[in-house]
């Protein structure tokens, strides 16, 4: 049992026509839904961003591409819910596209959760296999992230910050 203080949730959106969105993008996790919401001008086409729920990895001035959400204290995971990590393996854990529009579609290129207590403790990631997804009333707005891994927080941002450089993207200025 260990008290959850944050999550970094990655996201990039694809490079294609239409890959942005308007619309409004949600993290669920042990049992809630969080806001990835940042003052920037957030899912556009090609773009890469870090969400900041709760406590940072890198207290107190996370480094580009890592955002604090807006509502910080609404989308904490310590309080309201508290989260806790026996909780985690109880429900799933997901990304949620709610469209701004009839018409609304967001192309999905990569998203992972990264939850924190005192240490590292978990991430979630999309299955290996994944190679963008659009979403939107016509195909669905939810997507499960399936695969846990319990090696380390820094491999895994590394393989999201692979991707985004891979496919052009420079850390946003905040």
């Known amino acids: 049992m260990s008290r959850i203080s944050g999550i970094l949730c990655q996201i990039i959106t694809g490079n294609v026509g239409g890959a942005g969105t308007d619309g409004r993008v949600y993290l669920g996790l042990g049992g ?5 919401d940042s003052s920037a001008d957030d899912y556009e ?3 890469w961003r870090e969400y900041i729920l709760g406590a940072a990895p890198d ?3 996370p480094p580009p591409p890592q ?5 910080a204290d609404r989308n904490d995971p310590r309080q309201g819910l508290p989260l806790d990590s026996d909780n985690l393996s109880r429900t799933p854990t997901y990304v949620r596209f709610e469209p ?12 992972a959760a990264l939850v924190y207590g005192e240490q590292f403790i978990t ?5 290996a296999d994944f190679h963008n997804l659009w979403l939107g009333r016509a195909s669905g707005t939810v997507v499960y992230l399936t695969n846990e891994w319990r090696l380390g927080d820094h491999a895994l941002l590394d393989a999201g910050r692979q991707l985004a ?10």
Request: charge should be positive; aromatic fraction near 10%; proline fraction near 7%.
């Open 32 to 36: 809630r839904e969080f806001r990835l």
């Open 45 to 47: 086409k090609h773009s």
């Open 59 to 61: 207290e107190p001035n």
């Open 67 to 71: 955002v604090r959400v807006k509502n």
């Open 100 to 111: 701004h529009g009839a018409g609304d579609d967001w192309d999905l290129a990569f998203a």
């Open 123 to 127: 991430a979630y990631t999309l299955p």
């Open 165 to 174: 450089r891979k496919l052009g993207l420079r850390a946003p200025r905040t």
